[in-house]
């Protein structure tokens, strides 16, 4: 797999940590959570150029 794909499944497991806290309303959740989208579509993209394998 590339890195770029497995960099994206650790920005989906922190996604998912993020909203567990946005849920909870720990403080800066929300900015947290933003921010780690921004970084996840950012990477999707990088992803979806090379593809998940990295062959392409």
Do not use: I, N
């Given at each position: 797999?590339?890195?770029?794909?497995?960099?994206?499944?650790?920005?989906?497991?922190?996604y998912a940590?993020?909203?567990?806290?946005?849920?909870?309303?720990?403080?800066?959740?929300?900015?947290?959570?933003?921010?780690?989208?921004?970084?996840?579509?950012?990477?999707?993209?990088?992803?979806?150029?090379?593809?998940?394998?990295?062959?392409?």
């Amino acid at each position: 797999m590339s890195s770029s794909f497995c960099q994206w499944q650790e920005l989906t497991k922190l996604y998912a940590s993020q909203l567990d806290a946005l849920a909870r309303h720990e403080p800066g959740a929300a900015l947290a959570l933003a921010r780690t989208q921004l970084d996840l579509e950012a990477c999707r993209k990088e992803v979806e150029s090379h593809g998940a394998t990295g062959w392409h």
